[in-house]
């Protein structure tokens, strides 16, 4: 599941991974520039066996979710100089030192790329992520017998940053931003290796595939590994992908909040 040591925030990951893809999806770069490691760690192609059909890809080519070709802008830099500007653009829609702080800007595209492609996955390689290790680790409680449960309110307050922003953002003008970049997002996305692919109809897939994690009435059971690290009890949880995962994370109050604007992002990017 996690180490408690690495510090690595599933949360921020799920919550940078959504800004970026309704907001900033300039965000992009070419696999071939890739910095050292991260061409290497390309990740399969997505398994999306545990989404609904209504998500899964369209067959013969088909476009569920098309973006209008006339909303996006000529005048945004090319997709291989596009850090500087997508920084840029990025700090004027988060507007919190704090959360981008754990941000890395070095080859933003394709590392935003790969972490929106793999939310539905069991895991992913480290190496790719946007982001840097937060400073508290996932807290954890022990009752009499030793036995370990997920700290609902430490944890809560080491989400608090990510969710506030998350929850926040406008909706239509994340969607306004991502219509008019579009081409440039999509670019990255068959550069990632999709030639066929519409990362549009991905996207709602993956806001889909988040919406369906459950929402456990009771304290989630985890248990130590021999390697040190945290997964849960239950094997349905600890079978679920690394985006549903980093929800089950948050106060129930939390999940509930973001999956609303999980929700309007959707409506906003679809039309609907």
């Known amino acids: 599941m996690q180490d408690r040591q690495a510090g690595r ?36 192609r997505p398994v999306l066996a545990n989404l609904p059909e209504a998500v899964a890809p369209v067959a013969n080519g088909g476009i569920a979710h098309p973006i209008a070709q006339d909303a996006a802008d000529a005048a945004v830099p090319p997709l291989a100089d596009s850090d500087e500007a997508a920084w840029s653009a990025l700090a004027a829609l988060v507007g ?5 702080a754990t941000l890395l800007r070095d080859h933003l595209v394709q590392r935003w790329v790969v972490m929106i492609d793999n939310l539905t ?8 992520l946007p982001y840097q290790p937060l400073a508290t680790t996932l807290a954890t409680s022990a009752d009499a017998s ?24 406008d ?17 990255a996305y068959v550069e990632l290796g999709y030639p066929r692919g519409y990362f549009n109809d991905r996207l709602v897939a993956v806001i889909d595939h988040l919406l369906l994690a459950p929402e456990p009435n009771a304290a989630i059971a ?7 690290k945290l997964r849960f009890v239950d094997p349905s949880l600890e079978s679920l992908s690394v985006g549903q995962k980093a929800l089950l994370r948050l106060a129930p109050e939390q999940a509930e909040a973001v999956k609303l604007q999980l929700r309007a992002i959707r409506g906003a990017i679809t039309g609907g």
């Open 9 to 44: 925030s599933w949360l921020a990951w799920v919550l940078g991974a959504v800004v970026i893809g309704g907001a900033a999806l300039w965000l992009f770069r070419p696999v071939s520039t890739a910095p050292p490691g991260i061409e290497a760690s390309r990740p399969p």
């Open 96 to 100: 919190d030192d704090g959360v981008l």
């Open 121 to 128: 996955q069991p895991s992913v390689n480290t190496r790719v």
């Open 146 to 169: 030793g036995a370990l449960t997920l700290d609902t309110a430490a944890n809560a307050r080491r989400y608090a940053p990510f969710v506030r922003v998350f929850v926040q953002l």
């Open 171 to 187: 909706p239509q003008a994340l969607a306004a931003t991502y219509r008019r970049f579009y081409p440039l997002f999509q670019q």
């Open 222 to 228: 985890v248990e130590a590994t021999a390697s040190g």
